[in-house]
């Protein structure tokens, strides 16, 4: 990747954002308040900083080995093989994460807008122009993201700042949650959303300036889950706990009962969803991406570019093992907690054992000299 570093600072956190926010926007403040009930906000909270501890442990990984990946720079830290075993482990979580995030997608489509279109239509329709766009290399793939940020933003902005109009602060008390073991386990759902974030691990090589990384990732982090933690308070000030229990999607309902000064539109949800659709395709865009590159390392392949469309028929297939809508977000809450293990713990042990190797290697130079 020494011949690709383009990629700007400002670049590496757009591409953080728009691959962060994604398909778990509409289901958050549900999951926030079946942990926490009125603790939502806090639960919330709490998985953002879970989240932020994750991407900095990746990002003090890359930083300390700038030209690299973690399919790569594992393998020097655990060795041959056990990193590569390891390595197979990152593959298989996100062909999981992407092809759940696809059939999610497919789900609130044909469940809200487009009605009579079968759901693998959709599924495919989305995992094929992912396939098509990670053709492209880490340059473009980082112009896509840069491009598609502002658009995703400014409305999710604009429905938070106008639904808190008919918001009722008495929803949000007692602002703690009864049950502290919920609280805890609803905050590793929150911080799985989050999981996008280990993209960073492949932005870095290709920085301009690879020391500036934790920059991008705190203005990242900052920006996107402040956007999911307006969502979550929005939510709750405007419907409450038990009404927010029984919505799917509550996020899209604030939507629909929001409507822009003077009538200029009477319901946001149409906007909303195509702003949506589009945080989706950059999130699964991002997640396909991280899969067929580090497919390509693993293998010491030349080109990343056949790999797109092999990949696709597994990914579909995936998507579409899930029954119903219950069984798939069931699935998503397990993978996602379990995945936590792959994104933070994994990156967290090989950070120890780098520092303890680095000041071993400095201690057994010092001798020599």
């Known amino acids: 990747m020494e011949d690709l570093r383009e990629i700007t600072t400002l670049q590496a956190t757009t591409i953080l954002i728009s691959t962060i926010i994604g398909v778990g926007v509409l289901p958050l403040p549900l999951f926030a308040v079946r942990a926490g009930e009125t603790g939502a906000p806090l639960v919330t909270l709490f998985g953002i900083g879970i989240a932020a501890i994750g991407l900095f442990i990746i990002t003090k990984l890359g930083i300390r080995h700038p030209s690299k990946t973690i399919i790569t720079y594992s393998e020097e ?33 044909t469940t809200s807008v487009l009605i009579e279109t079968p759901l693998d239509v959709t599924v495919i329709v989305m995992l094929v122009l992912a396939a098509i766009s990670a ?9 896509i993201h840069n491009f598609y940020v502002p658009i995703i933003l400014a409305p999710v902005l604009i429905v938070v700042a106008v639904s808190l109009k008919n918001a009722n602060i008495l929803y949000l008390r007692p602002l703690i949650g009864s049950d502290f073991k919920e609280m805890f386990f609803g905050a590793l759902t929150v911080a799985a959303l989050f999981q996008g974030s280990f993209i960073m691990t492949l932005i870095i090589p290709a920085m301009k300036q690879p020391k500036k990384a934790m920059k991008a990732s705190i203005w990242a982090i900052l920006i996107s889950g402040g956007l999911y933690l307006l969502l979550v308070i929005a939510t709750v000030a405007v419907f409450g706990t038990e009404e927010i229990k029984q919505l799917f999607w509550p996020t899209l309902e604030l939507a629909r009962t929001t409507s822009l000064p003077g009538n200029i539109l009477q319901r946001l949800d149409i906007v909303f969803l195509s702003v ?14 991280l899969t067929i590159y580090s497919i390509k390392q693993f293998f010491r392949l030349q080109d990343h570019k056949m790999l797109s469309y092999f990949i696709l028929p597994f990914v579909y297939i995936l998507a ?8 798939m977000y069931e699935i998503i809450r397990y993978v996602g907690r379990i995945g936590l293990s792959i994104t933070i713990l994994y990156p967290l042990f090989l950070l120890i054992l780098d520092v303890l190797k680095s000041k071993r290697r400095k201690h057994s130079e010092s001798k020599q000299v």
């Open 276 to 289: 949506w659709v589009t945080a989706v395709f950059t999130t699964i865009f991002a997640s396909y991406y």
């Open 77 to 109: 830290i655990l060795g041959k093989w056990l990193g590569k075993v390891c390595s197979i482990f990152v593959i298989i979580f996100f062909t999981i994460l992407t092809a759940l995030a696809a059939r999610e997608f497919g789900t609130v489509v």
């Open 135 to 143: 053709r492209n290399n880490i340059n473009v793939f980082a112009y």
């Open 320 to 327: 579409m093992l899930p029954e119903d809508i219950f069984q």
